[in-house]
């Protein structure tokens, strides 16, 4: 059986589901073949730049417009009227890709983002692909709340990280039975079992003392310096992980400020999953993959400056679940902190993430998957 798992650069989010789906594809399929691409790689340089770094700077600086945009369009009606301009735009720019695609002929299409299946679509519109292409397309939604764009009339599947996911999708129309709730796919290593006092003794951090893991995305975006600042007004002891992406200025700067606190500054970490579990508090952006990692291995979250749009939407699914807290006002740090850390409320907060944490979740979807498609 041939597996197609396009993605996008859009966050490193994208791109971890779709490793973490072709790790459990190869798992329980070993002889097929399976491959992983990028979209934008097919894309000329120019766009790719444009789309990538265009999005991250649209969120840094102008995230009331990004709220608008994303508002406007979570309108389903509103995206059919857009859908034969987003199709050819997008199989224009990622013509390459059509050729792969066509070239490839795979049984199976798997995306954990929409514009892979935004360009299907545009491609089995025409007549001369139809009967060169049929696979069987899963849309994977890479957040708690889905919205309009991931809706696509070539998905035969949609897998969704809750059933209040599901319940979105199914009242703007998709099938009851074509959708499941798997959750959102994460690597195996979340499930693994990892030794926190090595990992904290690695760090010379001392036993009974709280450890706080502060992320800012793969980006390295957000008012980390901010944080760290408000961190060091705490009086009680803390020991502090901070993970700067791929933000090179960014991890220098903290490097080199003085800090109240015992802190390790990291920078793109290909180990959260151990950074995870040596952290008794995850302060971060609710990105769907960076929560569904935490909710797996039961780690309590602090949510602050939400994205406008899908982060927020997920903030509000974790505050729902009793699985996170929100700070508003990066002021509000040192209180919030000592307040967790002293009420006992982690325990509680913890036993709430791991509830609703899904770590099998890539394996759940390919054999969702699997059970829909004939055996080749």
């Given amino acids: 059986m041939r597996v197609l798992i396009p993605t996008v650069t859009a966050g490193a989010g994208h791109l971890q589901a779709a490793a973490a789906l072709e790790e459990a594809w190869r798992a329980m399929r070993p002889r097929d073949e399976v491959r992983r691409v990028d979209v934008l790689d097919y894309t000329p340089r120019w766009y790719r730049k444009i789309y990538v770094k265009g999005y991250v700077k649209l969120i840094e600086h102008a995230p009331d417009l990004y709220a608008m945009m994303f508002k406007k369009t979570d309108n389903p009606a509103r995206i059919k009227e ?14 390459k890709f059509v050729k792969e695609l066509v070239a490839f002929q795979p049984d199976v299409l798997i995306s954990p983002h929409y514009l892979p299946l935004e360009i299907l679509g545009g491609v089995l519109g025409k007549r001369r692909y139809r009967d060169k292409l049929a696979p069987h397309t899963t849309c994977v939604v890479t957040d708690f709340e889905a919205h309009a764009l991931w809706m696509e009339p070539c998905v035969n599947l949609y897998c969704v990280a809750a059933e ?23 690597a195996a290593k979340f499930s693994a079992r990892v030794d926190t006092e090595t990992i904290r003794t690695g760090f010379s951090f001392r036993t009974g003392v709280p450890t706080l893991l502060v992320l800012s995305g793969g980006f390295g975006m957000g008012p980390v310096r901010e944080i760290l600042g408000e961190l060091n007004k705490v009086e009680r002891a803390l020991q502090i992980i901070v993970v700067c992406g791929r933000n090179e200025k960014l991890r220098k700067q903290i490097a080199a400020e003085q800090a109240r606190h015992q802190t390790q500054v990291l920078g793109f970490a290909t180990n959260m999953h151990e950074l995870m579990a040596a952290a008794d508090l995850i302060l971060t ?27 927020a939407a997920n903030s509000d699914f974790l505050l729902e679940q009793g699985a996170a807290v929100k700070v508003n006002c990066v002021e509000d740090l040192p209180f919030k902190i000592s307040h967790l850390l002293d009420s006992g409320k982690l325990t509680p907060m913890s036993r709430a993430a791991r509830s609703i944490g899904k770590p099998a979740a890539a394996n759940a979807i390919c054999a969702a998957v699997l059970e829909r498609v004939a055996d080749v």
């Fill in 82 to 95: 857009l859908t034969k301009f987003r199709r050819q735009s997008a199989g224009v720019m990622a013509a």
């Fill in 164 to 186: 209040a996911t599901k319940a979105r999708l199914v009242a703007r129309g998709a099938k009851s039975q074509d959708v499941a709730v798997t959750g959102i796919p994460i």
């Fill in 285 to 311: 952006k609710p990105g769907g993959l960076t929560t569904s990692e935490a909710l797996a291995m039961g780690k309590p979250l602090v949510i602050l400056n939400p994205i406008p749009g899908q982060e």
